[in-house]
């Protein structure tokens, strides 16, 4: 069956726009979560998603980072007013449930210039 | 706050050769998952192995095998016979299994592995 899918692959915008970084999660898994990929670096925990409502959003670092999953499949995250440090790879994974194994996505290399 | 520590940024094998992976981390919980995962320039993230800390016995998969240390809180990763494919970046990471929480994967720093032919 299809893996996780992540839109776009890369993403290339101006310091202060505004951008939309897309997830597709394997079908059925209701657990979906995101991180983010510094330059030579392990991924670092943002958010999950249980179902349609994000069940933990701790690992978000400002205000300006939301993501939503208004249908408990897809999960769209937003950022406002992108920074230089924004810069990285977004990787989405889900899981059957939160106790299950995660799968991961390809990943979105966001680059702010 | 669990975190987890790989003090090694890059190795090197000879193809067929043995290679060891090291990595440390620190939680007050009991029970929880480690996990090696590989990242290949794709970035696509593949698990490797996985070791529940209730198991004493260490996890093994063909070629890969771990050193799994509960007292120490050692998590080492071992490849056997190491292939020009093996080549990647490899994680190593934590997950509590206490339900409630988010159970979300904790990451090191990452090992860089070169395979050498």
């Known amino acids: 069956g299809a893996g996780v899918s992540q839109t776009p692959s890369n993403k290339v915008t101006e310091k202060g726009k505004y951008v939309e970084l897309r997830c597709d999660p394997i079908?059925?898994?209701?657990?979906l979560y995101w991180y983010r990929q510094s330059l030579g670096q392990g991924p670092e925990f943002l958010i999950y998603?249980?179902?349609?409502?994000?069940?933990?959003d701790s690992g978000l670092p400002n205000d300006r980072f939301f993501a939503v999953r208004p249908e408990g499949s897809v999960s769209t995250l937003k950022i406002q007013r992108t920074e230089r440090g924004d810069s990285a790879v977004y990787l989405c994974a889900s899981s059957l449930t939160a106790a299950h194994e995660q799968y991961f996505g390809p990943g979105t290399r966001l680059t702010v210039t | 706050a669990q975190t987890v520590t790989q003090s090694q940024p890059e190795m090197s094998v000879q193809e067929a050769e043995t290679v060891t992976l090291s990595c440390t981390y620190d939680t007050s919980e009991s029970d929880y998952y480690l996990f090696w995962y590989k990242q290949p320039p794709s970035r696509q993230m593949i698990l490797v192995i996985r070791q529940e800390a209730y198991k004493q016995q260490n996890a093994t998969e063909n070629r890969f095998s771990v050193n799994f240390q509960k007292a120490a809180k050692s998590f080492s990763l071992k490849i056997s016979d190491s292939q020009l494919g093996d080549a990647a970046m490899y994680f190593c990471a934590y997950r509590v299994i206490s339900s409630g929480s988010a159970r979300q994967l904790t990451f090191g720093s990452g090992t860089q592995l070169t395979v050498l032919p």
């Open positions: 998603f249980q179902g349609t409502g994000a069940a933990d």
């Open positions: 079908s059925g898994h209701t657990a």
